[in-house]
């Protein structure tokens, strides 16, 4: 019998670098959910889509902040959705500044070869946000992320 192993990939810093435009989305979808500038000095890095939307909230003033404390669970909600949203349209610029990093095209193929191994992606980034990325850098497939 041939052992079944699981190879679980996170997106960016992992598989890929691609640039700055994720902020720009979560920028955007912070200003469509709540119609504010979003705050400046969220380090995103290690933050999933979700927590960046928190970062957010948690740096605003203190009366804005509660307004949306108290839309609970909607709020995160309606961030993912807005995020989804604002993927859509940025193929050209996310291809432009997305690149796998150094040996990763090789591991990946190396690894789908290999009978036994699944590969899956697991992210804070939203699906579509995810998809996009892996497109841009050639690690897509037309049946699934890897």
Same mark, same amino acid.
């Not at 610029?93 to 095209?105: I, M, R």
């Not at 591991?107 to 992210?123: D, I, M, N, R």
């Given at each position: $019998? @041939?052992?079944?192993?699981?190879?679980?990939?996170?997106?960016?810093?992992? +598989?890929?670098?691609?640039?700055?435009?994720?902020?720009?989305?979560?920028?955007?979808?912070?200003?469509?959910?709540?119609?504010?500038?979003?705050?400046?000095?969220?380090? $995103?890095?290690?933050? @999933?889509?979700?927590?960046?939307?928190?970062?957010? =909230?948690?740096? +605003?003033?203190?009366?804005?902040?509660?307004?949306?404390?108290?839309?609970?669970?909607?709020?995160?909600?309606?961030?993912?959705?807005?995020?989804?949203?604002?993927?859509?349209?940025?193929?050209?610029?996310?291809?432009?500044? @997305?690149?796998?990093?150094?040996?990763?095209?090789?591991?990946?193929?190396?690894?789908?070869?290999?009978?036994?191994? @699944?590969?899956?992606?697991?992210?804070?980034?939203? =699906?579509?946000?995810?998809?996009?990325?892996?497109?841009?850098?050639?690690?897509?497939?037309?049946?699934?992320?890897?």
């Amino acid at each position: $019998m @041939t052992p079944q192993i699981a190879v679980c990939w996170d997106v960016d810093g992992t +598989l890929l670098r691609a640039g700055r435009v994720g902020g720009s989305v979560l920028r955007a979808a912070f200003v469509e959910v709540t119609g504010l500038d979003a705050p400046e000095g969220v380090v $995103m890095g290690g933050l @999933t889509d979700r927590l960046v939307a928190d970062a957010y =909230r948690d740096l +605003l003033p203190r009366d804005a902040a509660a307004a949306l404390h108290a839309r609970g669970d909607e709020y995160g909600v309606a961030f993912a959705d807005a995020v989804t949203r604002a993927w859509a349209g940025r193929d050209a610029e996310l291809a432009a500044v @997305t690149a796998p990093l150094p040996g990763v095209p090789e591991t990946v193929a190396a690894l789908a070869a290999e009978p036994g191994v @699944t590969q899956v992606v697991v992210t804070g980034n939203v =699906r579509a946000g995810a998809e996009a990325k892996l497109r841009a850098a050639g690690l897509a497939r037309p049946d699934g992320p890897l």
